[in-house]
Nanobody, 121 residues
């Protein structure tokens, strides 16, 4: 599985950004967005299952972020609204091909490069 993230940038608090993750895979996969802020551990932000039925969101972003996928199943987006300074981090897309629950972070073994998101106050 190969992934490439894009779409980061600088935005004011309250603004929006959309991150994209282009995926190349020969097998079914679940996709997730993680983020890592300076001095903090990497955290799972949102996950999108291959079946496309029930996305998962961290409490800190639920209601503000939305993860979706195109019909070709080769691009996953993270729409981020009402951004806060605490959302500032490097965001990564990742994928797993096993059947573990989509919030099982250790199962994500395929990673794209990170994209910086900076939210100014």
């Amino acid at each position: 599985v190969q992934l490439q993230a894009s779409g980061g940038g600088l935005v004011q608090a309250g603004g929006s950004l959309r991150l994209s993750c282009a995926v190349r895979s020969s097998s079914a996969y679940d996709t997730a967005w993680f983020r890592q802020a300076p001095g903090k551990e990497r955290e799972l932000v949102a996950a999108f299952p291959w079946r496309g039925d029930r996305p998962w969101y961290a409490d800190s972003v639920r209601g503000r972020f939305r993860v979706s996928r195109n019909s070709a199943k080769d691009t996953v987006w993270l729409q981020m609204n009402s951004l806060k300074p605490e959302d500032t981090a490097v965001y990564y897309c990742a994928a797993k091909t096993d059947s573990a629950p989509i919030d099982r972070t250790s199962k994500y073994i395929h990673w794209g490069q990170g994209t910086q998101v900076t939210v100014s106050s």
